[in-house]
């Protein structure tokens, strides 16, 4: 029998949560990509997942966004049941995944201006909300420019401000800054905790840099083979380990002895994604 994952520190919660998982099961065939998976997230908080690949955080992100059915469990996003009211979920999110979402051919004003049609944003307010966003995002100035000009965090800021222009409740970020450069990565971090002080929004990330976790996120689950292992904020998780001890050492600890001969078993695969992201991103 399994044993209940470790939950360090407490912390106030609203009445309606943002997301709220119960025993969420997910399966492709005879692998189990998310195992029991049990998760409250509060709103107004910035939540990481974090785990080594094939862990389940995209399959989970996917079930809360409603790309992906519900197999076991519930879920449930602003007291909004995915399955039943998969409409009004997606009019509360912002989404941005891990491929590119963006279209090469069409400016930058187009490509948001295409996101503000797709989730019914009154007409009379588009281009307001959409130069809105790019200016959040410090795009307006290179707006009317293809998309296929803009460098790669240039892409990832267009990204944001087509996830933006909804004014979402619930930014959802898989894995944002994957390819970019360390300069790249701290303007699109930066450019979203503007945005989630401006509108008070609920984030929930995934990513590897867990220096990113460590400065962004209120608090982080780590999952391992599908399974939520360990659930609190990254100075509580590391001070269960010891006072010297880092993020990238609670990963460690709750990933196993398994990480090593995962990535070598994986390293050459994830290599070249990474690599054909960063070209794609130029």
Sequence with gaps: MSTAPETIGTRDRVATPAVECHHLTHRYGDFTAVDDLSLTIARGEAFGLLGPNGAGKTTTIRVLNTLVPVQSGTVEVFGLDVMRHRTDVRYNLGYVPQQLSIEAALTGRQNVMWFARLFDVPRAERRERVDEALAAMNLLDVADRVASTYSGGMVRRLELAQALVNRPALLVLDEPTVGLDPI??????????????????????????????????????????????????????????????????????????ELANTAEEGGLRDVRRSRATARRMG
């Design 184 to 257: 790249a990565r701290d303007s699109v971090w930066q450019r979203v905790a503007e945005m989630r002080e401006r509108y008070d929004m609920t984030v929930l990330l995934t990513t590897h840099y867990m220096e990113e976790a460590d400065a962004l996120c209120d608090r982080v689950a780590l999952l391992h083979h599908g399974r939520l292992q360990v659930v609190g904020s990254p100075g509580e998780l590391k001070r269960a380990l010891g006072p010297t001890a880092t993020l990238e050492d609670v990963f460690r600890q709750y990933a196993g002895a």
